[in-house]
């Protein structure tokens, strides 16, 4: 049985984008997180295929959404919400020594937070801001692992509302202030909490697209809007691929509107605005463009799905 995935972002006026110091700092990310020795062999070969792009501290979350993806994704309720209370203890004191018996997690984020806060020298706001978003994050993944215990499914719109939470892009969104100086009430403003919603859906149901064959076949395919949406709506695979491409439409204008009706601050403010939700756009173009070149989710055959974008149904594992 086969399937094909819609073409999304065909109208995206944000081009792929790729930070002129990769080559360098990408690989020192890769040798920290490595040092854990956190992954058996199997996840190991796993994380080895992935690319992270970004500067260092951007590497280095990328590396600890990883770890946290793999580390709780079999795991209960309860050992993902230890998890998620050792990681918020290490940002919030990232100079205490992590106590023994605790999730690795707790470490990995420490040395994270601490090198963010040597070298990136956050904001008192922009810290704030982070570890709200992350407290939110990892409070998505504990839901999740809940929902997995329960073996339940949501309907489409509680599932958005966690979905957008576990796909990581809120913290990621902080990380695009670094560098600036904006006030709080511009990066509070409502048109701007809206294009980070709408991004964010976009940037998680896309990703669901692209990860439901392999999710489908270990048979952890309850957090992903395809299952969800077959659930939901009563519809099979196909009718469910249609309607989040339609979806993805929906919120690529309605983000596309709300860029096109920011108010002015004053010309200072408007051009780091015009950089920051630019950030945003660019998010979703990587997000497609990693999803196809990574063997993640379609080992060595991304590209021609890229291009052909018809998936071969995987036979379940389990």
């Avoid at 780091?272 to 990574?294: D, I, K, L, M």
Wanted: with cysteine; glycine share 6%.
């Amino acid at each position: 049985m086969s399937y094909l995935i819609p073409e999304t972002l065909l109208q995206w006026p944000w081009s792929r984008q790729q930070n002129v110091h990769d080559a360098e700092v990408g690989p020192e990310s890769t040798l920290w997180i490595q040092s854990f020795n956190a992954l058996d062999a199997k996840s190991q070969r796993a994380f080895d295929l992935c690319d992270f792009n970004e500067l260092r501290s951007s590497c280095d979350m990328m590396h600890l959404f990883f770890m946290i993806d793999e580390l709780s994704d079999q795991e209960t309720g309860p050992v993902v919400r230890e998890q998620a209370a050792s990681i918020m203890d290490a940002f919030r004191n990232p100079y205490a020594q992590r106590p023994a018996g605790e999730s690795i997690l707790g470490e990995i984020s420490r040395q994270f937070w601490g090198r963010t806060l040597e070298r990136a020298k956050p904001s008192a706001l922009t810290q704030q801001r982070f570890i709200a978003t992350f407290d939110a994050y990892t409070a998505a993944v504990a839901t999740q692992a809940n929902d997995r215990d329960a073996d339940f499914v949501r309907d489409i719109e509680s599932y958005l509302a966690v979905r957008r939470n576990t796909i990581g892009t809120y913290p990621s969104f902080v990380f695009l202030e670094l560098g600036m100086d904006l006030p709080e009430d511009v990066l509070e403003h409502s048109i701007i909490r809206d294009m980070q919603r709408y991004i964010s859906e976009l940037i998680a149901v896309s990703n669901d697209l692209y990860s439901y064959n392999i999710e489908q076949a270990r048979g952890d395919s309850g957090h992903n809007v395809l299952t969800v949406a077959m659930h939901d709506l009563g519809t099979g695979l196909d009718g469910a691929i249609k309607w989040t491409g339609e979806y993805c439409d929906i919120l690529e204008r309605k983000f596309k509107d709300a860029a096109n009706h920011l108010p002015s601050w004053g010309r200072g403010i408007d051009e780091q605005v015009t950089h920051y939700v630019s950030g945003f756009g660019n998010w979703a173009r990587a997000n497609e463009v990693w999803s196809f070149e990574t063997p993640r989710y379609f080992g060595k055959e991304g590209r021609a799905v890229q291009k052909n974008r018809m998936v071969i149904l995987l036979p379940k594992r389990f």
